[in-house]
């Protein structure tokens, strides 16, 4: 079984992910800036796992509340990682980014690397999530957080309604739940994450939230 790809131009994905997904794109830098007030770490380094065309990393770049951090991304897709490369040049902040094209199941960084690492929707995108998950809380540092926004198969059907309507409004098919983790399946997943210093929380959204669950990773 491979990663699965999106299936639309990294073009189309750029408007869908900053106009489609907007108030969740919000509400999870909203999470990733409380966090990282009160990281431990001192790596300072922020890692975007299956980042698409990095509107995220651009946000919490654009910011201004992430001065003394490197930002990271990573995805498996050759034509996001191109697209995202391109903007940052655009942009001219080439020295504070790094874009790599790599699989969540072999990350090309070493052990306690990353402060933060936060990624939304890509669970159920990953060949290998119990692999994917390892790999994360092994990169991550002493002091350091992961933040985790997944959609479920038994997501509050306003909220998937809403979700639906906004993704229609910018060209994309409705949300399928059939390849989704329901919340105890996401709890179960986090077994893999069982290791000495690792605690892990998993919460279920409120609201236009209730699209999905918080899986939440502290390192010790």
């Given at each position: 079984m491979?990663d699965?790809?999106?299936?639309i131009?990294?073009?189309?994905?750029?408007t869908?992910?900053?106009?489609g997904t907007s108030?969740?794109?919000e509400y999870l830098?909203?999470?990733?800036?409380?966090?990282a007030?009160?990281i431990?770490?001192?790596?300072k380094?922020?890692?975007d796992?299956?980042?698409g065309?990095g509107?995220?990393?651009?946000?919490?770049y654009?910011?201004?509340?992430?001065t003394?951090?490197?930002?990271?991304?990573?995805d498996i897709d050759?034509?996001?990682v191109?697209?995202?490369?391109?903007?940052?040049?655009?942009?001219k902040?080439?020295h504070?980014?790094?874009?790599?094209e790599?699989?969540?199941?072999?990350?090309p960084f070493p052990d306690?690397?990353?402060s933060?690492?936060?990624?939304?929707s890509?669970?159920?995108?990953?060949?290998?999530?119990?692999k994917g998950?390892?790999?994360?809380?092994r990169i991550?540092?002493?002091?350091?957080?992961?933040?985790?926004h997944?959609p479920?198969?038994d997501?509050?059907?306003?909220a998937l309604?809403?979700f639906?309507q906004s993704?229609s409004?910018?060209g994309?098919?409705n949300m399928s739940?059939?390849?989704?983790?329901t919340?105890?399946g996401?709890t179960?997943?986090?077994h893999?994450?069982?290791?000495?210093g690792i605690?892990?929380t998993v919460t279920?959204?409120?609201g236009?939230?209730a699209?999905?669950?918080?899986?939440?990773?502290?390192k010790?």
């Amino acid at each position: 079984m491979n990663d699965l790809l999106v299936n639309i131009t990294p073009e189309h994905y750029e408007t869908y992910a900053t106009e489609g997904t907007s108030p969740w794109n919000e509400y999870l830098m909203e999470r990733i800036l409380e966090e990282a007030s009160i990281i431990t770490s001192a790596r300072k380094k922020i890692l975007d796992i299956g980042m698409g065309t990095g509107h995220m990393l651009f946000n919490l770049y654009h910011s201004q509340k992430l001065t003394d951090y490197s930002f990271y991304g990573v995805d498996i897709d050759p034509r996001m990682v191109r697209f995202c490369v391109k903007k940052c040049i655009e942009l001219k902040c080439q020295h504070v980014f790094n874009i790599v094209e790599a699989s969540v199941s072999n990350l090309p960084f070493p052990d306690n690397s990353f402060s933060m690492i936060y990624a939304r929707s890509v669970i159920h995108h990953w060949a290998e999530p119990e692999k994917g998950l390892h790999e994360l809380c092994r990169i991550l540092d002493n002091g350091g957080r992961i933040i985790i926004h997944e959609p479920l198969a038994d997501a509050e059907e306003t909220a998937l309604g809403v979700f639906n309507q906004s993704r229609s409004e910018c060209g994309v098919t409705n949300m399928s739940t059939d390849e989704k983790f329901t919340l105890a399946g996401i709890t179960d997943l986090l077994h893999c994450c069982g290791l000495d210093g690792i605690s892990r929380t998993v919460t279920r959204g409120e609201g236009l939230a209730a699209l999905g669950c918080e899986i939440f990773i502290k390192k010790a």
